[in-house]
C-alpha cells in the first residue's frame, strides 16, 4: 500500500469521528466537513513528504481545529462557532489538543441521525450518511449509484445546505422521537445493504462494496445503541444474507439461484456472527420488528444443511407475522415462494395471482419470475415462458434479464408434445 492509499485509508476510519466532534463543537455539519477536509488535503500535501504521524487521526483532529481558528480570524465574528474554538485552542497544550479526538460515542450517533434527518428525501440521507459517516468520496458515491459525480455532489451539497437552512441542531433525538428516527437511520443502511446485494442497474448483480459499508455502519449502530432490538435485528439480517455472497454469482456474474447454491462456501464465520446478533435482539425480551423477523427467516435459511432441509412452515409462519407487521405486496411475494414448498404450486399460485392486479407491482420484475416458476412446475409450460419473458424485459441488470430469456427457453423446449 503506498502513502496515499494509506492516507485514504487512516481517513476513512477517522473522518466520521473528527466531523461529529467538530459539529458539536460548531454546531454546524456542512463547516465540519469542510474543515475536516481542509485537514484531509493538508495530508496529502505533507505526510509523503515528512511520513505518517505516530496518532494519525490526532494529527488530522488538531490540524482541522487550527483551520477552523484560521476561519474565524477572516470571517466576521459569530459567523460560526470556530472563534470558540481558537480561543479554546490557544490556551492548549499539544497533547492536549491531541486529546480532543478521544471517541465520543454520542458525537458520533448524532452524526448518523443528522444524516438521516426527517428534512432529507431518502436518496439524500443515503448520499450524506455514505459521504459523512462512512467516509466514502463523491466520486465513490456516484459511482456506487450509477449517477454523475456532478449530480451526486449536488445531492450533497442541497443536503449540508438543506440542514443549515432549517437550523438542524447538533443533538441526538429526544426520547419520545428516538423509535421514528432509530426507524429511518435502520431504513438508510438497509437501502445501502440492498443496493449492494441486488443492485437495481448497472453490470453488476452483486454489489459487495456497497453491502460490507452498510454492513459496518450496522455495527457501528449496534455498539452504540445497545439496547434497541431492531439495530441488532438488521445486523443479523445483513450478516446472514451475506454469508450467501461466495454462492450468490457464477463465475460469468450471472445470478444463482438460492435451491442451487453450494452451501458449503456460505461464509460461516458471518452465519455465527448473526445468529448471536439474532440472539441478542431477541434476548432483550421487546416485541419482534421487522428487521429482526427477517433475520429470523435468514436463520432458518443458513441453519438448512441443503435447501430441502429448510423448514419452510417456520417461514411462512414468520412471513404471516411480517405481513401483520408491515403489510406489503413483497412481503406476500416472499410467502407465496414459501408456501410452495409447504402446499405446493397450486396454493403458490393463488397467493401469487391474488397480487397481480396491485399496482405497486406492476414493473416488479420478481413477480413474472415467481409466476413463470410455479407454473413451470405444474407443467404449464407455455404460460411460463410468456411470464418468464415478460419478466426479462422488467429486470433491471443484464444478468438476471439472461437468466430469465435462459428459463423461457428451457420451458419452451421442454413443453409436452401433442400426439
Given amino acids: 500500500m503506498d502513502v496515499r492509499q494509506s492516507i485514504e485509508a487512516v481517513w476513512r476510519i477517522e473522518s466520521p469521528q473528527i466531523i461529529a466532534t467538530l459539529a458539536r463543537q460548531i454546531g454546524d455539519v456542512a463547516i465540519a466537513e469542510d474543515l475536516a477536509s481542509e485537514a484531509f488535503v493538508a495530508a496529502l ?4 513528504r515528512d511520513g505518517i504521524p505516530p496518532r494519525p487521526g490526532a494529527w488530522l483532529m488538531s490540524t482541522a481545529r487550527h483551520k477552523a481558528i484560521d476561519r474565524a480570524r477572516r470571517e466576521e465574528a459569530g459567523r460560526c462557532k470556530a472563534a470558540l474554538l481558537a480561543a479554546d485552542l490557544d490556551d492548549r497544550t499539544p497533547d492536549a489538543a491531541e486529546q480532543a479526538l478521544d471517541p465520543i460515542p454520542d458525537d458520533l450517533l448524532t452524526l448518523i441521525f443528522i444524516a438521516c434527518h426527517p428534512v432529507l428525501s431518502p436518496e439524500s440521507r443515503v448520499a450524506l450518511t455514505l459521504r459523512l459517516v462512512a467516509g466514502l468520496t463523491t466520486e465513490e458515491i456516484a459511482h456506487a449509484f450509477l449517477v454523475p459525480s456532478a449530480t451526486l455532489g449536488q445531492r450533497i451539497s442541497r443536503a449540508k445546505r438543506t ?23 435502520l431504513e438508510v443502511v438497509y437501502l445501502v445493504f440492498n443496493e449492494g446485494y441486488t443492485a437495481t442497474s448497472g453490470e453488476r448483480w452483486v454489489r459487495r462494496d456497497l453491502a460490507l459499508e452498510a454492513m459496518r455502519l450496522g455495527r457501528v449502530l449496534a455498539g452504540l445503541l445497545p439496547r434497541e432490538p431492531e439495530v441488532f435485528g438488521l445486523v443479523a439480517l445483513m450478516e446472514l444474507q451475506a454469508s450467501r455472497f461466495p454462492t450468490r454469482t457464477d463465475a460469468d456474474g450471472a445470478p444463482v439461484l438460492l435451491e442451487h447454491q453450494d452451501r458449503t462456501r456460505w461464509d460461516r464465520t458471518l452465519i455465527t456472527h448473526g445468529l448471536a446478533m439474532l440472539d441478542q435482539a431477541t434476548g432483550l425480551r421487546r416485541p419482534l420488528g421487522p428487521y429482526t423477523l427477517q433475520a429470523a427467516i435468514a436463520a432458518y435459511h443458513a441453519r438448512a444443511a441443503t435447501f430441502a432441509d429448510t423448514d419452510w412452515a417456520a417461514i411462512v409462519a414468520l412471513y404471516d407475522a411480517l405481513a401483520h407487521l408491515t403489510p406489503s405486496p413483497v412481503i406476500e411475494l416472499n410467502r407465496a415462494v414459501a408456501l410452495l414448498y409447504t402446499d405446493g404450486p397450486e396454493a403458490a399460485l393463488a397467493a401469487a395471482d391474488s397480487l397481480r392486479e396491485d399496482r405497486r407491482l406492476a414493473r416488479y420484475h420478481l413477480l413474472g419470475a415467481v409466476r413463470g416458476d410455479i ?41 409436452p408434445v401433442d400426439r
Avoid at 500535501?45 to 509523503?48: D, G, H, L, V
Avoid at 444478468?399 to 421442454?414: I, K, N, P, S, T
Wanted: net charge negative.
Fill in 45 to 48: 500535501e505533507q505526510w509523503p
Fill in 163 to 185: 440542514l443549515s437552512e432549517a437550523r438542524v441542531p447538533f443533538e441526538s433525538p429526544q426520547p419520545a422521537e428516538l423509535p421514528a428516527r432509530v426507524s429511518a437511520v
Fill in 375 to 415: 407454473l413451470l412446475r405444474l407443467g404449464r409450460n407455455t404460460e411460463a415462458a410468456e411470464e418468464l419473458e415478460r419478466a426479462a424485459q422488467l429486470a433491471p441488470t443484464r444478468h438476471e434479464r439472461r437468466l430469465l430469456l435462459e428459463r423461457m427457453a428451457q420451458a419452451l423446449a421442454d413443453r
